[in-house]
T-cell receptor, first 112, second 110 residues
Framework: KAGVTQTPRYLIKTRGQQVTLSCSPI?????VSWYQQTPGQGLQFLFE???????NKGNFPGRFSGRQFSNSRSEMNVSTLELGDSALYLC???????????FGPGTRLTVT | EDKVVQSPLSLVVHEGDTVTLNCSYE??????LLWYKQEKKAPTFLFML????IEKKSGRLSSILDKKELFSILNITATQTGDSAVYLC??????????FGTGTSLTVIP
């Protein structure tokens, strides 16, 4: 079974721009969660989608949004990028055992 | 505020040593405590603990949860260089939200 894939793997953007990251879950997994990982804050939960609906949301500003498609693929969008948005963005997929999340390799976003 | 704190932040040991990693949590509507190993990019799942006092084991790794004192430990015996990684713990609440600690970076020297 193929693992969780994320594209692109690396991205450099300028302050004020917007960015869209993509995540393809493991086949059969209907839940996709997004996390931001920075050295100082560690892994922070952004949101979770299940069957195209946002089921949970973390404590991030509205500039961070996401969606999930009928094939369970998910996208995350960040608008009006700030320097502090530079981070590794990880997505994780799971089935009906949400604690067994399988993480993708991440997208490294650098905002200059 | 819900939070998870891990200690130590980093650890350097020699092959064969035994290490203990700590994780304390304060999470409302706590459901479970999870441990992950992050070697390069993607964290991989190690353990999930929901009950106090019941040790989970997988080879040289073991973990236990104390729900009264709100902490968990991860033990690694007879460490090997392949154990070098960042170990993350996370607390899951009943709403399926996960709160991660900043991790313990373990380096095992040959």
């Amino acid at each position: 079974k193929a693992g969780v894939t994320q594209t692109p793997r690396y991205l450099i953007k300028t302050r004020g721009q917007q960015v869209t990251l993509s995540c393809s879950p493991i086949s059969g997994h209907r839940s996709v969660s997004w996390y931001q990982q920075t050295p100082g804050q560690g892994l922070q939960f952004l949101f979770e989608y299940f069957s195209e609906t946002q089921r949970n949301k973390g404590n991030f500003p509205g500039r961070f949004s996401g969606r999930q498609f009928s094939n369970s693929r998910s996208e995350m969008n960040v608008s009006t990028l700030e320097l502090g948005d530079s981070a590794l963005y990880l997505c994780a997929s799971s089935t009906d055992r949400p604690w067994e999340q399988y993480f993708g390799p991440g997208t490294r976003l650098t905002v200059t | 505020e819900d939070k998870v704190v891990q200690s130590p932040l980093s650890l350097v040991v020699h092959e064969g040593d035994t290490v203990t990693l700590n994780c304390s949590y304060e999470v409302t509507n706590f459901r479970s405590l999870l441990w992950y190993k992050q070697e390069k990019k993607a964290p991989t799942f190690l353990f999930m603990l929901t009950s106090s006092g019941i040790e989970k084991k997988s080879g040289r790794l073991s973990s236990i949860l104390d729900k009264k004192e709100l902490f968990s430990i991860l033990n690694i015996t007879a460490t090997q260089t392949g154990d070098s990684a960042v170990y993350l713990c996370a607390a899951q609440n009943t709403g399926n939200q996960f709160y991660f600690g900043t991790g313990t970076s373990l380096t095992v020297i040959p």
